[in-house]
Nanobody, 119 residues
Framework: VQLQASGGGQVQPGGSLRLSCLASGSGINLDHYAIGWFRQAPGKEREGVSCISSGGHNVHYSDSVKGRFTITRDDVKKTWDLQMNSLKPEDTAVYYC???????????WGQGTQVTVSS
């Protein structure tokens, strides 16, 4: 399984960005995976931002992004997005997408994409 994240960039406070992650691999079926976004700011530990279960029935957001970020998944296209609105300087971080296989509990990480919120 390989993950390719995209969509990062620099934006002013209050702006928006949309991150996307594409999964590829032989025969991959996203029905078997939970999907998530994490971030790591300089000097800080990696933290969970949002996750969504198979079928989209369970969605979670960290308190710091709740109401501003929205996670979606498209299992046909094997992609999932993180729409980020009302961005704040404290959202500045490298953002990583992750898949967790329900069957094996293996985690797969994307390469990270930089988000910088600055005026």
């Amino acid at each position: 399984v390989q993950l390719q994240a995209s969509g990062g960039g620099q934006v002013q406070p209050g702006g928006s960005l949309r991150l996307s992650c594409l999964a590829s691999g032989s025969g991959i079926n996203l029905d078997h995976y939970a999907i998530g976004w994490f971030r790591q700011a300089p000097g800080k530990e990696r933290e969970g931002v949002s996750c969504i279960s198979s079928g989209g029935h369970n969605v979670h957001y960290s308190d710091s992004v709740k109401g501003r970020f929205t996670i979606t998944r498209d299992d046909v296209k094997k992609t999932w997005d993180l729409q980020m609105n009302s961005l704040k300087p404290e959202d500045t971080a490298v953002y990583y997408c992750k898949l967790t296989d329900y069957r094996t509990h293996n985690d797969y990480w994307g390469q990270g994409t930089q988000v910088t919120v600055s005026s």
